[in-house]
């Protein structure tokens, strides 16, 4: 008996690794960063693409519906642009000084000890000022970001002047009654989330199994994608539980009462660890 107990395996934690979106995620929505996001992925329509003003906002919407981000859509309609341009623009005069260090958020990040990993559509600089700004910037084992999934010798980033001779309108597409009937819309090069298959070959790049992992993100179709990839997934910013979520928090805050099970899986694991029984499992770096 003694010794059944002396070897007997430690159950292993349900999960490894937690996966978290960043913008308005990680800080609250009502930070202000998101509108002022939108607004400058509108000027830099007009300023720089020469899209007319009065088009703006329905295009954006459908881009944003239809490809994830607009800055995607743009692409797959037949806008050309500099990658590195558009993000400096649209991220580069943010008024990250809206964003306050997050001593709680950090105090509750640290104190599990699994594998955290950012997952974001935006850009890497973008993701570090963020991280920074909240005082997180030492408490991630790797970020997930837009050149992640989009390296330059992958597609080369597009410069030169805007194609606007043979653009999609997709504006005038939809605006057609049978739309979509029988007819696909052009795909665009660019990987981001809630594409599944950017989505997977994010984890596959990043190491992470999806069964083992716990997903954090605002956006109600990046929650339902990671729900059919197998993540085990947490919509964060609301307190509404929809298909597809398998909690909701209306802040990031709340991820404790939520989640119990994750600081009883740490202490267990630590008394094993102390106890010396049985090697825990070492992290992978992303
Ligand atoms: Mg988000």
Known sequence: MEFEDRYRPAQRPKYDCLLFDLDDTLYPYSSGLATECCKNIGDYMVEKLGIEESKMPDLCNLLYKYYGTTMAGLRAIGY???YEDYHSFVHGRLPYDKLKPDPVLRHLLLSLPIRKVIFTNADKVHAAKVLSKLGLEDCFEGIICFETLNPPGDSPSPCGLPATADVFDILEYFAQPDAGAGFELPKTPIRCKPSIDAMEHALKIANINPQRTIFFDDSLRNIQSGKRIGLHTVRVGTSHR?????????????????????????????????????????????
């Open 242 to 286: 929809v298909k597809g979520a398998d909690h909701a928090l209306e802040s990031i805050h709340n991820i404790r009462e939520a989640l119990p099970e994750l600081w009883e899986d740490a202490e267990k694991s630590e008394d094993v660890r102390y106890k010396g029984k049985v090697a825990i499992e070492t992290y992978v770096t992303a």
């Open 80 to 82: 050309n642009f500099d």
